[in-house]
């Protein structure tokens, strides 16, 4: 899974009533604005056959609707709140890997009304929010919160950052057993507590202190740094052993987590940049992974960061804040470019950081990890774990993803 791997959802299904408006008959509208959950069609098309097309369905499934010469089909761009702009297509112009929403009937089901994103439209979209995520996109863990006040202050590495919401503001909360974006519901400030992670997407200040956001994700994620003690491919899983609680825990992998390993130059780089912001201990030595848990920045449960790309600058205490391989946002391009990895390509021994579930504290599910890093948690672990957990991303903070008017 790629950092900018999203699966964008449909807008919901109640918006039908507008795509009636503007497009069917009375008799049309009245199905819409009466559908039920049953007569509803949500996902991504598999594949199309004649009149025939296939969907992977939302809630997991899968289902052929028959889409005859009499239903309306609309193309209308991710994003659209309204349908004032779709355009009519005909079922040659669906293809694999489009948004469908459908109004069906009958069984089998026959489609009266789809609207429909199609998938190049929906990858222009992702690009263009990532590029803006880049840009004005800021993350780190929370340390207060003040929901009368509309505000919450961050820390990224040794940046402390103030998130101010509006009553525009779109706020979004991850579930504590999930790893997908789409599972993400609307959210409150009041939710948000010390210690989740934050990401926010807005205008910053000259200084960069503060941001007025359009967007904020938060959850709270556990952050480990460990050492692999075994592997079990066969069942993705592996076992680590955390550095700072000394335990033993399973770590499952989903295809949804994300597994990179940093190239060996690379780490050392980052390493050296750690180094320069998170000093030596007094015997002159680079600080240890086992010294530098002791101290106050070392955030074992930190989070990650949901919305795509990384938080710009200010990662683990380093003076590069121009996004350089040291920073948070230039982690994240590195994960970015380095390669994925699978259970099978870890060993035992190696040196890990994962951003993992926060349910059971003997297991956990795999949100993103990182291989290869022995010489960053000798450098500094506090600067590793607060760097990463600036940088990483859940795959699939599109933010017109669960929007409406985006398919």
């Given at each position: 899974?790629?950092?900018?791997?999203?699966?964008?959802?449909?807008?919901?299904?109640?918006?039908?009533?507008?795509?009636?408006?503007?497009?069917?008959?009375?008799?049309?509208?009245?199905?819409?604005?009466?559908?039920?959950?049953?007569?509803?069609?949500?996902?991504?098309?598999?594949?199309?056959?004649?009149?025939?097309?296939?969907?992977?369905?939302?809630?997991?499934?899968?289902?052929?609707?028959?889409?005859?010469?009499?239903?309306?089909?609309?193309?209308?761009?991710?994003?659209?709140?309204?349908?004032?702009?779709?355009?009519?297509?005909?079922?040659?112009?669906?293809?694999?890997?489009?948004?469908?929403?459908?109004?069906?009937?009958?069984?089998?089901?026959?489609?009266?009304?789809?609207?429909?994103?199609?998938k190049s439209d929906i990858?222009?979209?992702?690009?263009?929010?990532?590029?803006?995520?880049?840009?004005?996109?800021?993350?780190?863990?929370?340390?207060?919160?003040?929901?009368?006040?509309?505000?919450?202050?961050?820390?990224?590495?040794?940046?402390?950052?103030?998130?101010?919401?509006?009553?525009?503001?779109?706020?979004?909360?991850?579930?504590?057993?999930?790893?997908?974006?789409?599972?993400?519901?609307?959210?409150?400030?009041?939710?948000?507590?010390?210690?989740?992670?934050?990401?926010?997407?807005?205008?910053?200040?000259?200084?960069?202190?503060?941001?007025?956001?359009?967007?904020?994700?938060?959850?709270?994620?556990?952050?480990?740094?460990?050492?692999?003690?075994?592997?079990?491919?066969?069942?993705?899983?592996?076992?680590?052993?955390?550095?700072?609680?000394?335990?033993?825990?399973?770590?499952?992998?989903?295809?949804?987590?994300?597994?990179?390993?940093?190239?060996?130059?690379?780490?050392?780089?980052?390493?050296?940049?750690?180094?320069?912001?998170?000093?030596?201990?007094?015997?002159?030595q680079p600080a240890s992974?086992?010294?530098?848990?002791?101290?106050?920045?070392?955030?074992?449960?930190?989070?990650?960061?949901?919305?795509?790309?990384?938080?710009?600058?200010?990662?683990?205490?380093?003076?590069?804040?121009?996004?350089?391989?040291?920073?948070?946002?230039?982690?994240?391009?590195?994960?970015?470019?380095?390669?994925?990895?699978?259970?099978?390509?870890?060993?035992?021994?190696?040196?890990?950081?994962?951003?993992?579930?926060?349910?059971?504290?003997?297991?956990?599910?795999?949100?993103?990890?990182?291989?290869?890093?022995?010489?960053?948690?000798?450098?500094?672990?506090?600067?590793?774990?607060?760097?990463?957990?600036?940088?990483?991303?859940?795959?699939?903070?599109?933010?017109?993803?669960?929007?409406?008017?985006?398919?």
């Amino acid at each position: 899974m790629g950092m900018a791997k999203a699966a964008p959802k449909l807008f919901p299904f109640a918006i039908l009533a507008a795509l009636a408006l503007a497009a069917a008959s009375p008799r049309a509208v009245l199905r819409a604005q009466t559908a039920s959950p049953s007569n509803r069609v949500i996902g991504t098309v598999s594949s199309v056959s004649g009149n025939t097309v296939s969907v992977k369905t939302d809630a997991d499934g899968s289902v052929n609707v028959t889409v005859p010469d009499t239903a309306k089909i609309l193309r209308t761009a991710p994003g659209q709140k309204t349908l004032a702009g779709a355009t009519k297509i005909t079922v040659s112009d669906i293809g694999r890997g489009d948004r469908v929403l459908m109004a069906v009937e009958g069984n089998p089901p026959s489609a009266t009304i789809v609207v429909v994103n199609k998938k190049s439209d929906i990858d222009a979209k992702q690009a263009e929010e990532q590029a803006d995520w880049q840009q004005r996109g800021v993350g780190g863990l929370v340390k207060s919160v003040d929901a009368a006040g509309g505000t919450l202050t961050i820390t990224s590495g040794a940046r402390t950052i103030t998130i101010h919401a509006t009553p525009a503001t779109a706020i979004r909360r991850y579930a504590p057993d999930s790893v997908r974006f789409s599972d993400a519901r609307p959210s409150t400030l009041a939710a948000i507590q010390p210690g989740d992670q934050v990401t926010a997407r807005g205008n910053r200040n000259p200084g960069d202190t503060e941001v007025t956001a359009d967007e904020i994700v938060s959850g709270s994620f556990r952050n480990i740094a460990g050492i692999v003690t075994s592997t079990d491919a066969a069942a993705s899983t592996f076992t680590v052993k955390d550095l700072l609680s000394k335990k033993t825990v399973t770590i499952r992998v989903t295809p949804d987590s994300d597994l990179r390993k940093l190239n060996p130059q690379m780490a050392e780089m980052i390493a050296m940049r750690l180094k320069a912001g998170s000093g030596r201990e007094g015997n002159g030595q680079p600080a240890s992974a086992e010294a530098a848990q002791s101290r106050p920045g070392f955030h074992q449960n930190a989070g990650g960061e949901p919305g795509p790309g990384g938080a710009r600058g200010g990662g683990g205490g380093h003076p590069d804040e121009a996004g350089g391989a040291g920073s948070s946002s230039g982690l994240a391009r590195v994960l970015q470019r380095s390669p994925e990895i699978h259970v099978g390509d870890l060993h035992k021994g190696d040196a890990v950081m994962i951003v993992a579930t926060s349910g059971d504290p003997n297991e956990a599910t795999a949100i993103r990890l990182v291989a290869g890093v022995e010489p960053m948690l000798r450098a500094s672990a506090s600067g590793s774990q607060s760097m990463f957990s600036s940088a990483w991303n859940l795959g699939g903070g599109s933010a017109q993803e669960g929007e409406e008017g985006s398919p």
